[in-house]
């Protein structure tokens, strides 16, 4: 028996490069949509927020608008990575559903789906697990950085292996394109890993995906570091105006007064210039030499004031989908219905790849 092939390790791919690649395939896909097929997904953990919008929902609506195939995965099973039990499961997943709705997912166009309702896409995981070495899990960042934040007292198998779950999540419907946050990007390397490895090994089934990285791959939360539903420092896109003024003006800036546009040294008046900037459609440099010397409370306010307006029509059409659960259930069965025969299909195409199909 041979030895994983790790001759062309998982190379990290950088922030700048995987940049350089997005604008290449904005071009291409503006070009012929059609060529193209998408997976995203959210862990069902809590209401979506800002960080995601920006960091990969608006891009999902684009692309879906733009005609591209739509694949957004409910991750049910990935909640159990950084803690013992998936609490409050049902009502998480629906809300995810209420935002999905909310910022224009429209699920006559694109799949919406749960994990633990495919069976299929879960068994691509064993003969992916068989394709990466101990050490390639082990050094992935993403998962690091997660252990550091995570709230259980030993490290499951789960959260070492959760990357090779999600290359079934995005090869089982052989999505080509993920449009995701920079803490994805080691996660989509491996992806493209396991799809290069069991093409070399057992002949072509898989396409290797490309990162779609958005202007805003790491939107920061209240507290300076990556905004994020399990750590207290999001501002959830269903949040009323109130409570969105009441974070905004509880988030770290730094001791500067004068405001200026600096991702390096500044990061969290950065992150909050980009967040007015992308609500109002324009640059970050434009915003910040508005506020200049009127400080971090006029920023706090100008952010606050751009993102209500901005969130206003989604905050809407929420809550009136949220009148309706019986929809939201309707959603998730037709959804699950068209992944199951996808998945089906693809498996069929692995076992018969593997020489497993009796
Ligand atoms: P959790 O804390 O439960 O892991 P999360 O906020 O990290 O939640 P995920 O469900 O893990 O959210 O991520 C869903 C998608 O949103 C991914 O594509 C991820 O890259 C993107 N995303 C999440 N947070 C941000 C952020 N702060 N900035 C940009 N993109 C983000
Ligand atoms: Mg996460």
């Known amino acids: ?204 089934v898989f396409p290797r995906p490309d990162v779609l990285l958005s202007n805003a791959p790491l939107l920061l939360g209240t507290d300076g570091t990556k905004m994020s539903k399990s750590r207290g420092n999001a501002i959830a896109l269903a949040a009323d105006a109130d409570e969105t003024a009441r974070l905004i003006k509880g988030a770290t800036t730094d001791v500067e007064r004068h405001i200026t546009y600096d991702p390096v040294a500044r990061p969290q008046v950065a992150s909050l210039l980009l967040l007015a900037a992308l609500c109002q459609d324009r640059a970050p440099e434009a915003v910040a030499e508005e506020i200049g010397s009127a400080g971090a409370a006029a920023l706090k306010r100008t952010v606050t004031d751009a993102v209500n307006s901005y969130l206003a029509p989604i905050r809407a059409r929420r809550a009136e989908y949220a009148e309706d659960r019986g929809y939201l259930r309707q959603i998730l069965r037709a959804g699950n219905e068209r992944a199951n025969a996808v998945a089906d299909a693809t498996l069929v195409e692995v076992r018969q790849a593997m020489d497993a199909l009796y």
């Open 1 to 204: 028996m041979s030895a994983i092939a790790t001759t062309t390790p998982a190379a990290p791919i950088s922030i700048s490069a995987a940049q350089a690649r997005s604008s290449d395939l904005e071009e291409l896909i503006s070009a012929d949509p059609g060529q193209f097929r998408i997976l995203t997904g959210d862990r069902p953990t809590g209401r979506l927020h800002l960080g995601h919008y920006f960091g990969t929902l608006h891009n999902r609506v684009r692309l879906q608008d733009l005609g591209v195939e739509t694949y957004v995965l409910i991750a049910d099973y990935q909640v159990l990575t950084d803690r013992d039990v998936a609490d409050n499961l049902t009502e998480y997943v629906e809300e995810l559903v209420l935002d999905y709705l909310a910022i224009g997912i429209d699920p006559a166009r694109s799949t919406i789906f749960t994990h633990s309702a495919v069976p299929a896409l879960n068994q691509l995981m064993l003969p992916f697990l068989s394709l990466v070495s101990i050490a390639e899990l082990e050094r992935n960042p993403t998962v690091k950085d997660e252990i550091a934040h995570s709230r259980q007292a030993a490290v499951s198998g789960l959260m070492y292996t959760y990357p090779v779950h999600q290359a079934a999540d995005i090869l089982f419907c052989k999505a080509n394109l993920v449009p995701v946050g920079r803490d994805q990007l080691p996660h989509v390397e491996l992806t493209r890993t396991v799809a290069r490895r069991f093409n070399e090994r057992y002949g072509v």
